[in-house]
T-cell receptor
């Protein structure tokens, strides 16, 4: 298996632009998580899905952020409009209920820079 | 989920055992101890987990005290590739709340 796939790996955009981050979870996994990592705040959970349904979005910073999971093999995290303070590394992770210990598998991350 | 306390940084000589401590004095009976690590510029990686018994896998050993208020992750023969931030996480398993709370972790530097 190729593991969790994220695209793009790097994104540089200007303030006010729309940004869409993409994630393909590991096949067969029924949980998908979006995290954000910054030097100031560390690694924080934004939202997670179970069977394509959003379960907890309390970590989404504000209405500019939205996440979707139209099917079991694809999820997007959108920021519109983007701001410089959104600059961070965004990680997607997936996991399987079938695993007894709920390990999460992380993707390589997308480094977002908003100018 | 219970809060954990880890030293911010540690050094270890290459080839020696690295012992990373974690305090979790408010842990509940149904909470597991998990360890993840994050190598620079990569996503976090699962290492090991345990409830109350000591655990060992191909990566590391986990020693949990009898009162479960603290634990130690042991990398038996540290290599330069083990240089990373190590996160100790305490959480309930199987409740549906599968999110992980990553604190600040311990930055381990393996020295040649």
């Amino acid at each position: 298996d190729a593991g969790v796939i994220q695209s793009p790996r790097h994104e540089v955009t200007e303030m006010g632009q729309e940004v869409t981050l993409r994630c393909k979870p590991i096949s067969g996994h029924d949980y998908l998580f979006w995290y954000r990592q910054t030097m100031m705040r560390g690694l924080e959970l934004l939202i997670y899905f179970n069977n394509n349904v959003p379960i907890d979005d309390s970590g989404m910073p504000e209405d500019r952020f939205s996440a979707k999971m139209p099917n079991a093999s694809f999820s997007t995290l959108k920021i519109q409009p983007s701001e410089p303070r959104d600059s961070a590394v965004y990680f997607c992770a997936s996991g399987a209920t079938a695993q007894s210990y709920n390990e999460q598998f992380f993707g390589p991350g997308t480094r977002l820079t908003v100018l | 989920d219970a809060k954990t306390t880890q030293p911010p940084s540690m050094d270890c000589a290459e080839g020696r055992a690295a012992n990373l401590p974690c305090n979790h004095s408010t842990i509940s009976g149904n909470e597991y101890v998990y360890w993840y690590r994050q190598i620079h510029s990569q996503g976090p990686q699962y290492i090991i987990h345990g409830l109350k018994n000591n655990e060992t896998n191909e990566m590391a050993s986990l020693i949990i005290t009898e009162d479960r208020k603290s634990s130690t992750l042991i990398l038996p023969h540290a290599t330069l590739r083990d240089t990373a931030v190590y996160y100790c996480i305490v959480r309930v398993v199987g409740t549906g709340a599968n999110n992980l709370f990553f604190g600040t972790g311990t930055r381990l530097t393996v020295i040649p």
